[in-house]
């Protein structure tokens, strides 16, 4: 069932509003007699032009809203300057409310120019349907003043327009939340390396759960790339890093690991280099992201440690990489463990938990109970140790200056970090990063 209806007036030439009114009135007349038992949510999207009055618009279309009883709190006028803010405001409404398939009522002419829009601003948690706008035929004369090519693909310097105009806008958005935020480790040698660990805040993600520098976008998720791409680009200005040379690790919650140079596999957890200026990531929402610097090779990696590859030994494979492909020795090797869940707040089923009560008892609290409490730091810490990283080259939470501490629970610090143990389905993502200076 359509949950929400989007009509888009946005190229109609502003001094034809009286043939606009009748054909909103007659579009949302169909719309309130197919919707007698559900009204949907519907929005009317318009162009606001420059130097008209902020509400001009909105009130030059009263006459033609009046009357729809059963769609009057559903029914809102969105106006802006360009499709991308018209459209990017849309998306905050039907996020707001929820909703997730909408039927879009679109000329012709304007249809695949939307589809391009709709295709960087959500992502497949939405489902579109697309209906034509009926233009009566008194109308005919009605101006479409943007690109006109119906059924066929768009020319790609139109594709690389719609692109653009979508950066210019999103990068016009105020940061929520507050600044954004970096943590760094006093372990890893900053004339050498740069590298940090985000925080929540300083992005423009606005929905709960992945406010608002949410790193990682999904196809189950409501973050675009797009919105994602400009959390990144906000962050690479603040660490000091090319955002055109930032390589994340393809998740796989395994312990492949990527040679940087080398032939990238399908999907790895660790990544490794000794390229200067390339920037090097691992995301984390309760999984470890796991950075190691080697300030005598000049070598540096990353890895994502979830309950999976903290088992499989995702980081020593990550060590392991560093010393066969640049020649490091296991003592000069820095490992600084990032923010995930803690022992206080992560839970396993008893058959996984068995797994690390054999690294070390420690590693597992109440451990006769079905969901017996889970360390995946601690169990980091054993595995660096035992294959040859000196104690003192890790750092975690377990070290005795607390004020140094970068290793907090994401699930009990809300304000801070996102966490998928806390936030569900539709979680955030925080990352490490690391790289060597040129």
Known sequence: MVEAVLIDLFSFTANLQSNIQGLLHNTLEAIEKCSSSHAPFVYVMCCQRQGSERNGEQESLLPALRGFQSLKRRLEVVCAQTTAAALYTVKQRLDENDLSIIKVIVST??????????????????????EDLQVAPDSESLQISEHQHEGQMLPSQDMALIQSEI??????????????????????????????????????????????????????????????????????????????????????HANAVCIMGKTEPDDYDGIV??????????????????????????????????????????????????????????????????????????????????????????????????????????????????????????????????????????????????SHFRDGTNFGTQIGFISIKD
């Open 109 to 130: 002419l304007r249809k695949d120019l939307m589809k391009v829009y709709i295709d960087h601003l959500f992502t497949a948690v939405y489902q579109f349907e697309f």
């Open 273 to 418: 280099t000794d390229q200067k200026g390339v920037t090097l990531a691992a995301p984390g929402a309760d999984c470890i992201p796991v950075l190691f610097a080697d300030p005598v090779r000049r070598a540096c990696g990353a890895a994502h440690s979830g309950w999976k590859g903290t088992l499989l030994g995702v980081s020593m494979a990550t060590v392991n990489a560093m010393v066969s492909e640049y020649g490091c020795n296991m003592k000069d090797i820095l490992v600084v463990l990032g923010p995930s869940v803690g022992p206080c707040c992560y839970r396993l089923p008893h058959e996984s938990a068995k797994e690390f009560h054999r690294i070390d008892p420690k590693c597992v609290r109440l451990f006769d109970s079905a969901n017996p409490y889970i360390d995946i730091r601690r169990a980091t810490r054993i595995l660096l140790e035992r294959g040859g990283i000196l104690p003192e080259n890790i750092q975690d939470d377990s070290i005795t200056d607390q004020n140094q501490n970068i290793t907090f629970c994401t699930a009990c610090h809300p304000d801070k970090f996102y």
């Open 167 to 252: 950066q210019m806008y999103l990068e016009s958005l105020p940061s929520l939340k507050g600044e954004l935020t970096i943590l760094r480790s006093s372990l890893i040698p900053d004339d050498i390396f740069l590298h940090g660990f985000t925080t929540r805040t300083g992005g423009i993600s606005y929905i709960p759960t992945l406010s608002s520098c949410n790193l990682f976008s999904s196809s189950k998720r409501r973050d675009p790339q797009i919105v994602v791409k400009e959390n990144l680009r906000r962050l690479a200005n603040a660490a000091g890093f090319n955002p055109e040379a930032f390589h994340r690790v393809k998740v796989d």
